[in-house]
């Protein structure tokens, strides 16, 4: 078991993604040198500030290609993530209810699995996971090697290696601020997750840091803060995944200069050429062009209200409570050619197979059509009662 454990720790230092930041024990009796930045560094605590001067001399180099301001709780807009690497659900769309939560669940590239946080009635949020299994999912299971060191966890993303998890938090002991971003490698055979580590500067600061997300094979990552933004407004930086970590020479650059760095005060800074960002910028925005284009083909819909009113974009319903139910319809309708798919498969085996296997096969797809007709007749009665609430607000 030491072995393994120490094979997944060599794996984690050798990953292709942004490693966490290797931190030197913070002694106790250290002097704290003062943290000049900028004033939000006042606010920090003796602790989180012997956290920066350790974390300091080891920023992380990284390429910043561009950065957008948008509403804290709208950072994944700006993210044109390939649908690829996985998608983020709000959390009542995900599970068909109205709790008005804000979190996010996200289910990775192969749609096996998902990851999302959930408040507690004791208001800490918790972080969960779920299998899929055949046409829906299994148990939730919390996973408690960050629950117990961790609060007001958020943006759970897994990279497609299906083994490191990134996440942001809160921590008493390793945080600078507000949330930090960590990363933490998943055993698989031993089944839990290994201790998360800060991924520290520049990544992190005394603010909000949150939604750490690699499109690895597209060369492309973002993260949101909100470092010097006003109240509710928050930044997304793209930049470009190392390959191998490579630190900033604190002894060269000197300490304002890396400071600096270490803040994001100034993005061309990070560039090794404006030749080099124009590149990057070309894969930037063809992310940004195929994003839009799923988002612009998955509005286009096709419902009839009334004899006036045709939909064809799902932003054309009058509330919230309407497009979720249309999109409930959606989901049924899977779940109807879900049916039928089962149906055809099991026909195929029946003429295939032997005399007493025809018996059981027959008595499946007996069920099946039988489900099938109750999902028709299911879809039938939610399409008249949204066309019902839908024209009743038309009226209004």
């Known amino acids: ?32 040198v003062a943290v000049k930045t900028d004033s939000e560094h006042a606010t920090m605590t003796t602790h989180a500030k012997a956290l920066y001067e350790d974390m300091l001399p080891n920023t992380q180099r990284i390429f910043v290609i561009d950065s957008t301001v948008v509403d804290c709780d709208n950072v994944l807009s700006a993210i044109p993530l390939p649908k690829a690497y996985g998608t983020y659900v709000d959390y009542d769309t995900f599970f068909n209810k109205q709790t008005g939560c804000k979190q996010q669940v996200f289910v990775n590239g192969f749609g096996n699995k998902c990851y999302y946080t959930k408040l507690g ?62 990363m933490t490698k998943y055993d698989a055979e031993a089944g839990v997750f290994m201790s998360a580590e800060n991924i520290g500067l520049p990544f992190n600061s005394v603010a909000d840091d949150y939604a750490y997300i690699v499109a690895d094979a597209d060369r492309m990552a973002w993260f949101a803060s909100t470092r010097r933004q006003p109240k509710g407004k928050a930044c997304v930086y793209a930049f470009v995944p190392s390959e191998q970590r490579s630190n900033y020479n604190i002894d060269e650059l000197g300490r304002n200069r890396t400071i600096k760095l270490a803040s994001l005060m100034s993005i061309n800074e990070t560039w090794s050429s404006p030749k080099n960002r124009d590149k990057a910028m070309v894969q930037l925005n063809k992310l940004r062009a195929n994003a839009g284009k799923a988002v612009a083909e998955k509005d286009i819909i096709l419902f009839v209200v009334d004899d006036k009113h045709t939909y064809t974009n799902i932003n054309q ?6 497009r979720r ?72």
């Open 1 to 32: 078991m030491k072995t393994r454990h120490y094979i997944l720790i060599a794996l984690a230092l050798l990953s292709t993604a942004t490693y966490a930041q290797k931190k030197k024990p913070v002694a106790k009796k250290k002097p704290v």
């Open 121 to 182: 009635t004791d208001s800490i949020t918790r972080l969960y996971m779920c299998d899929r299994l055949g046409d829906g999912w299994g148990t939730p299971r919390p996973v408690k090697e960050i629950n117990n060191e961790f609060t007001d966890i958020s943006y759970p993303y897994m990279s497609s290696d299906g083994l490191t998890l990134y996440f942001s938090g809160v921590s008493k002991t390793e945080g600078l601020g507000q949330r930090d971003i960590y």
């Open 317 to 322: 319903f009058a509330s919230d409570a309407t």
């Open 325 to 396: 139910a249309y999109y409930d319809i959606v989901r049924q309708n899977n779940d109807l050619q879900s049916i039928r798919n089962k149906i055809e498969t099991l026909r195929v085996q029946y003429h295939n197979a032997t005399e007493s296997g025809r018996t059981s096969i027959g008595a499946r797809i007996a069920n099946l059509e039988k489900e099938e007709l109750d999902t028709r007749a299911a879809i039938k009665r939610a399409e008249q009662d949204l066309r019902r609430k839908e024209s009743s607000l038309l009226k209004n």
